[in-house]
T-cell receptor
């Protein structure tokens, strides 16, 4: 699995868009970019994933650069409940997930 | 919405005792996993299970650990002789297939070894 790099922490004002960056410069052609989050000590929660194209679902949008070396997770209207650790994982999507240290996102009231 | 359920939510056990952590994966899922998270550390993969056998395991998953799917709904993790360093949150997860899909995680069992 390709290594990913994320900022250790970020703040975002409630109601604003939270943009979480991730670098994965060594990603290979068939590795997906997955995002999970972990709220407090709960089980990780899937957010979104993509291969090449930008993706959107009810939780977030995923923007992947054309060269696929980086991506951004966008939470369009952050709420206090979005405070969590966010993990960007580049992998083949086959079974084992390797979690890094992620980005601790704090939503400020 | 379907969910992965884990029991118990918290288990305290004495060092050297056997412990079984239980999970009910989502019903139509075929791939099952255990992860653990020691307090303040990363979420670590332990084992994946498919078609009634282990498909991959990490170096953490030594002979003290075993997994079983005793019936059509439960998936268990057994630790034979617990050590203090086994104290952690243990998360069960399941997925519909192994490729291009998401894993659904349970809320975890907090294991405390005293």
């Amino acid at each position: 699995d390709a290594k990913t790099t994320q900022p250790p922490s970020m703040d975002c004002a409630e109601g604003r868009a939270a943009n979480l960056p991730c670098n994965h410069s060594t990603i290979s052609g068939n590795e997906y970019v997955y995002w999970y989050r972990q709220i407090h000590s709960q089980g990780p929660q899937y957010i979104i994933h993509g291969l090449k194209n930008n993706e959107t679902n009810e939780m977030a949008s995923l923007i992947i650069t054309e060269d696929r070396k980086s991506s951004t997770l966008i939470l369009p209207h952050a709420t206090l409940r979005d405070t969590a650790v966010y993990y960007c994982i580049a992998y083949f999507g086959n079974e084992k997930l390797t979690f890094g240290t992620g980005t601790r996102l704090t939503i400020i009231p | 919405e379907p969910e992965v359920t884990q029991t118990p939510s918290h288990q305290v056990t004495q060092m050297g005792q056997e412990v079984i952590l239980r999970c009910v994966p989502i019903s139509n899922h075929l791939y099952f996993y255990w992860y653990r998270q020691i307090l303040g550390q990363k979420v670590e993969f332990l084992v994946s299970f498919y078609n009634n056998e282990i498909s991959e395991k990490s170096e953490i998953f030594d002979d003290q650990f075993s997994v079983e799917r005793p019936d059509g709904s439960n998936f268990t993790l057994k630790i034979r002789s617990t050590k203090l360093e086994d104290s952690a949150m243990y998360f069960c997860a399941s997925s519909e297939r192994s490729w291009n899909t998401e894993a659904f995680f349970g809320q975890g069992t907090r294991l405390t070894v005293v």
